[in-house]
């Protein structure tokens, strides 16, 4: 059974730094292309950053320079280390295995004063 598990959201203040951890079991880690979704209230889930099996990333215009993705295979995980956060930051943070509908429970980050 494939499952995703998100960890490492809270509240955090406008400026500050997060980082956000998702530990993947039942899959072969080290082929997959994973990715950081964000879902703000009302809003649709998009793409925040991307990383492929060889390492290549890619990220949203909007946290370019400010967020950084990385996996460790050996622990058959995927992080996001986010900076310089903003209030319209706040929402859910999903993890996906790119390519399959395959999605973790989300993991709150709220960016407030």
């Known amino acids: 059974q494939v499952r995703l598990v998100e960890s490492g959201g809270g509240l955090v203040q406008p400026g500050g730094s997060l980082r956000l951890s998702c530990a993947a079991s039942g899959i072969i880690f080290r082929v997959n292309v994973m990715a950081w979704y964000r879902q703000t209230p009302g809003k649709q889930r998009d793409l925040v950053a991307r990383?492929?099996?060889?390492?290549?990333?890619y990220y949203a215009d909007s946290v370019k320079g400010r967020f950084t993705i990385s996996r460790d295979n050996a622990k058959n995980t995927v992080y996001l280390q986010m900076g310089s956060l903003k209030p319209e930051e706040t929402g859910v943070y999903y993890c996906n295995v790119v390519g399959a509908n395959i999605w973790g429970q989300g993991t709150q980050v709220t960016v407030s004063s």
């Open positions: 990383i492929g099996s060889d390492g290549n990333t």
